[in-house]
């Protein structure tokens, strides 16, 4: 499979084509490098925020995130495989997938990370980029910054950047909203599996260009 590699350095966009051995995908992609990814910035009196790519430096506040954010739905007997994990896992998973981290004033408040499909699992359930971690620090729920950070992750990284024709992600069979939250963005159930843990799982997947054809087109 052919596959772009987007490189973004000092505004400027150059690509070229590189080999890539992912027997399962079936549509070109851009591969970003994200070493000078841009981020989001938005500023005011009160408030200034941001997306960024997070390097292996933020693995053991990203870590934290997590775990505060998963705590409550250990609460509820709901077992994400990350509330087993460590920050060596964290700080791996930064260096070969891309996690995600809104910041406000610098603290992180909320996080997401995509597996691309050259780096899933044979067995993976799609062909499409894999959404998990997503989590908002306790102290900053209710507040938009989940929605904002899937939406950047889903519009601005995956759709109008790398060209991904869509996304799919997973969560507890017997959380309580998420399911449904997700639905009302546009996701749809299509396959369920049970983790390491014993938690049932529900897949669902979000089809960007659910017309177009498999060879997405490179950017110019």
């Not at 964290?90 to 691309?116: D, G, P």
């Not at 044979?122 to 209710?142: C, E, M, R, T, Y």
């Amino acid at each position: 499979m052919r596959l772009a590699q987007l490189i973004l350095r000092q505004a400027k966009v150059n690509s070229h084509i590189q080999q890539n051995d992912c027997h399962y995908c079936r549509f070109t992609f851009i591969t970003p490098n994200f070493n000078n990814f841009p981020v989001i910035n938005r500023e005011s009196e009160n408030m200034s925020q941001s997306v960024q790519v997070a390097k292996p430096d933020d693995a053991e506040e990203i870590f934290a995130l997590l775990q505060r954010a998963y705590a409550t739905l250990l609460a509820q007997d709901i077992h994400f495989t990350i509330t087993q994990g460590n920050v060596s896992q964290v700080r791996q998973t930064i260096e070969r997938e891309t996690v995600l981290v809104l910041r406000k004033w610098q603290r992180a408040v909320a996080t997401v990370t995509v597996r691309f499909p050259w780096t899933q699992e044979a067995n993976a359930p799609s062909q499409l980029p894999f959404i998990h971690w997503f989590a908002v620090d306790p102290d900053f729920k209710g507040q938009g910054y989940g929605r904002e950070i899937i939406s950047w992750a889903e519009d601005h990284l995956l759709k109008e950047t790398l060209k991904a024709p869509g996304v799919y992600l997973a969560t507890a069979v017997k959380h309580p909203w998420l399911s449904e939250l997700y639905q009302r963005r546009g996701y749809q159930p299509f396959y369920h599996r049970t983790n390491p843990l014993g938690e049932a799982l529900v897949f669902l997947k979000k089809e960007f260009q659910p017309d177009a054809s498999p060879e997405i087109a490179r950017s110019a």
